[in-house]
């Protein structure tokens, strides 16, 4: 029900409680990304102190000059603390922020102005975190974790008229990698519509780091398709896992989308809207991203 509840109220379709404001637009630079934020960590907040855990909130706050103008941007870290190697970092990733019709990659109505509910991009990724932090904060409460686990909210993914492509995950690694080892990054970038080839289901693509005979093990009883890096399915170099990647350190990424060939007809449109997710490849993205982290 977090899940559900989270993705109507970023998408715009329920308001904020108790000021019934609604989230609007979460593209650069529009400050409805910061009212998410804001939302967000009250999420967070609700979730520790429901099983009495300890968990980490920290924004990353920083300006960048872009095209004449002084753009804010800030990511939300989420921080369960390891108990035996807490210099050993695993992190969950997913962007929040949402394209408009000034992007370069806009494929919607370009007038009047429009902005997309970001459903599927990547509002599903933003819930499926939740789900992972709820998941943590459950387990932690009687257990103990070896590793630190950072779940990242990262704004500035999407490149438009204001912004480059994954500016908020590289702002996070420069920031991150003086700080800890980061042994591993997963990021989930559209896991809510149904998949775009049923034959595979979810896909799962390899950084260039990595090894698929591990991956193949792992998802060996799941419909998840190991696409390694480089092959015509693997989407790495178009999102967040790209910034990780740069600073050669291992990382995958989560989608429901067989290849950028494939991505569907409301992508990057004003049609991305809730009415397209289908909860049940929702949850079983998910379930996948939790055996991912209890694997690392």
């Known amino acids: 029900e977090i899940c559900r509840e ?8 329920k308001p904020l409680s108790p000021s019934e404001e ?8 529009h400050v409805g990304r910061f009212r998410a934020i804001t939302y967000l960590e009250t999420i967070v907040r609700k979730i520790a102190q429901d099983f009495g855990c300890d968990i980490q909130l920290i924004r ?3 300006i960048e000059s872009r095209d004449g103008k002084e753009i804010a941007f800030m990511n939300l870290i989420v921080r369960f603390q390891g108990s035996v190697n807490p210099d050993h970092c695993i992190v969950v990733g997913a962007h929040y922020d ?3 019709c000034r992007s370069r990659c806009w494929r919607g109505r370009e007038s009047p102005y429009t902005v997309t509910p970001g459903a599927d991009d990547n509002t599903s990724g933003v819930v499926g975190c939740l789900g992972i932090i709820h998941r943590l904060a459950s387990h932690v409460k009687t ?5 630190t686990v950072d779940i990242v ?3 500035g993914e999407e490149p438009g008229s204001h912004c480059s492509l994954a500016v908020g995950s590289e702002h996070y690694v420069q920031m991150r990698k003086a ?3 980061i042994e591993f990054a997963l990021i989930a970038d559209m896991i809510g519509a149904a998949v775009s080839n049923p034959d595979i289901g979810l896909v799962y693509s390899l950084g260039d780091q990595l090894d698929a005979v591990e991956w193949w093990i792992l998802f060996e009883n799941r419909k998840i398709e190991v696409v390694p890096y480089g092959e015509a399915w693997n989407c790495a170099d178009y999102t967040d896992s790209c910034s990780f990647m740069a600073e050669k350190m291992a990382t995958a ?4 989308c067989a290849g950028f060939e494939s991505v569907p007809t409301f992508y990057h449109t004003e049609n991305d809207t809730p009415e397209i997710i289908h909860w049940e490849t929702l949850f079983s993205a998910i379930d996948a991203m939790t055996l991912i982290v209890n694997h690392l």
């Open 143 to 147: 257990n103990a974790i070896p590793k």
């Open 253 to 256: 990424l989560i989608s429901n």
């Open 6 to 13: 989270a993705l109507y109220v970023l998408c715009g379709e």
């Open 153 to 155: 909210f990262f704004d």
């Open 60 to 62: 990353q706050e920083w």
């Open 22 to 29: 609604i989230i609007q637009d979460r593209s650069v630079p």
């Open 98 to 100: 949402v394209q408009n």
């Open 179 to 181: 700080e800890v080892k």
